[in-house]
């Protein structure tokens, strides 16, 4: 509920500000790229590219909340190793939570990682030895996962929450969410871009 108090902050001091000044400050949650899935991100053009770690969050970007492990997770990791890159589990929750997943995908994890602050991206890129223009990180929640790893300067992907079923603290912020989903969805448009365009 911190990190929602938190939005809520800075949502309601835009609305003190000029709408340029707005802008600039809901631009600051705007990801990179903007997906349906985790599933659809060509990880091998992002390794030509120079890519080396992923980042992942885990619920509702993997799996459903608080699901186990699935053949098509499992399978990505898989691919992953095979292409080549390093991966952590970066995530909020407890360790037997994400501990039970990372025993069935066999990457590395960070638990209780206090997304949005920098802290938990930074000692994610150390677990895997990689820079901020060689990791992405990949999330659903543009108030913890985005903004976080947008602060600790590496590329950002968006996915679409897998399942309607979550707390209801990710409940809240979801509204917030399709505020600044809307200017983003706004200024692809104007630019002439589209859903999956790196900004």
């Known amino acids: 509920m911190k990190h929602?108090?938190?939005?809520?902050?800075?949502?309601?001091?835009?609305m003190c500000l000029e709408w340029s000044e707005v802008m600039a400050v809901f631009t600051c949650f705007y990801p990179d790229i903007y997906l349906d899935s985790v599933y659809e991100i060509d990880f091998e053009e992002l390794y030509r590219k120079g890519f080396r770690g992923v980042i992942f969050d885990i619920d509702n970007t993997l799996v459903p909340h608080g699901a186990p492990a699935d053949g098509r997770s499992i399978a990505l990791f898989k691919e992953l190793q095979k292409i080549g890159f390093e991966s952590v589990l970066l995530s909020n929750n407890k360790e037997p939570r994400v501990k039970s997943f990372n025993?069935?995908?066999?990457?590395?994890?960070?638990y209780k990682a206090?997304?949005?602050?920098?802290?938990?991206y930074l000692a994610a890129m150390e677990l895997m030895g990689t820079r901020?223009?060689?990791?992405?990180?990949?999330?659903?929640?543009?108030?913890?996962d985005v903004w976080g790893a947008k602060r600790a300067g590496i590329l950002t992907y968006l996915v679409k929450p897998i399942h309607p079923k979550e707390e209801i603290q990710i409940v809240l912020k979801r509204r917030l969410e399709r505020i600044i989903l809307f200017f983003y969805k706004r200024s692809l448009s104007r630019q002439g871009g589209k859903d999956g365009d790196r900004r």
């Open 4 to 14: 929602l108090a938190q939005m809520q902050g800075v949502l309601c001091a835009g």
């Open 114 to 120: 206090g997304k949005p602050a920098k802290k938990g």
């Open 103 to 110: 025993d069935k995908v066999h990457s590395r994890y960070l």
């Open 132 to 144: 901020t223009d060689t990791t992405l990180f990949v999330g659903d929640q543009l108030f913890t």
